[in-house]
């Protein structure tokens, strides 16, 4: 596991298969390389999220695909636990 400095409050957590983008202490985008249930590839939170945190995400990843916020928290946390 690597942990990378984008920015100010912005790190993204790189493990074998996987990277989770962190703005200030919230996983807001995960990438996966792996099939968890139906999901793979990059996805970003649907929530609405301050304008910093929403130009964090845009700078990690241009994906349109979206899953609610608990969605990327509970993958967040399966990757991290498999790493």
């Known amino acids: 596991m690597k942990l990378r400095k984008i920015n100010n409050n912005c790190h993204e957590l790189v493990t074998k298969n996987a990277a989770i983008l962190f703005s200030y202490e919230t996983p807001v985008a995960v990438s996966f390389d792996l099939p968890m ?3 793979y590839g990059v996805y970003k939170t649907a929530d609405k999220h301050s304008t910093t945190t929403t130009r964090h995400i845009n700078k990690w990843t241009a ?20 790493a």
């Open 37 to 39: 249930g139906d999901k």
């Open 63 to 82: 994906t349109t695909r979206t899953l609610p916020q608990n969605d990327i928290e509970f993958l967040a946390h399966v990757i991290l636990r498999a």
